[in-house]
Structures are given as C-alpha cells and as structure tokens.
C-alpha cells in the first residue's frame, strides 16, 4: 500500500484546511488509518484515527471539536479536517495505516505500518 498525504499549506489563525491522504496498491477495506504531525523540534505526535469498515473515529484530546477524520471508500481516501487552527497546529502532518488493526485499538498511537510523505501545515498568528 502506498500513501500520499496532501492539502498542506499557510493559514492565519483560526481558519480552516483539509488534508487527504490517497492510497493505492491495494482497496482499503479494514484496519485504520491515522494522522500524526511532527512539529519543528519534536517528536511525532498521534493526532488520531479512523477505522475503515466501520468508521469509529478517535482524537488526542488537544483537537478533539476541532479536527475530523473521515473517509471516502470509492475514492480510497481519508481526510483530515482542521477547523479552528493554532499557531501550535504547525507541523508536518503525515497519514498512516495498519490494514488488520481493530476499531478497539484506534487509541493507539503504535504499530502503523505503512506511512506517506508529510505535508507542511503552518498557522501564522
């Protein structure tokens, strides 16, 4: 499977992008997907996930009621939508997938197995 994330870009303070990332090599149909980002400095950060079959969602606290994880079967892809950004949003944002992971285990942030190029999001204040 590969993965290719893409969407990123410069946004003020408080707007909005949506990042996608697209897989090919193979049709999803179960596991999960996830979002990390990697902010200048730091470690990788779980950002959160979405099962594929059944759609169950999961956040890390510091965007839950701001960012959405969704996904469009047809099209192989999930999104990541970022409302209400921050300056600390800034960040290298990659998409990762773990096709035999269970809907109970969407909170962890380990064993992703297949990984796509970042894309940069930056938030200006």
């Known amino acids: 499977v590969q993965l290719q994330a893409f969407g990123g870009g410069l946004v003020q303070a408080g707007g909005s992008l949506r990042l996608s990332c697209a897989a090919s090599g193979r049709t999803l149909s179960r596991g999960a997907m996830a979002w990390f980002r990697q902010a200048p400095g730091k470690e990788r950060a779980f950002v959160g996930a979405?099962?594929?079959?059944?759609?169950?969602?999961y956040y890390v606290d510091s965007v839950k009621g701001r960012f959405t994880i969704s996904r469009d079967n047809a099209k192989n892809t999930v999104y990541l939508q970022m409302n209400s950004l921050k300056p600390e949003d800034t960040a290298v944002y990659y998409c990762?997938?773990?096709?035999?992971?269970?809907?109970?285990?969407?909170?962890?942030?380990?064993?992703?197995?297949?990984w796509g190029q970042g894309t940069q999001v930056t938030v200006s204040s």
């Open positions: 979405i099962h594929w079959a059944g759609g169950s969602t």
């Open positions: 990762a997938a773990d096709l035999a992971r269970d809907a109970k285990m969407l909170g962890w942030s380990k064993g992703y197995n297949y």
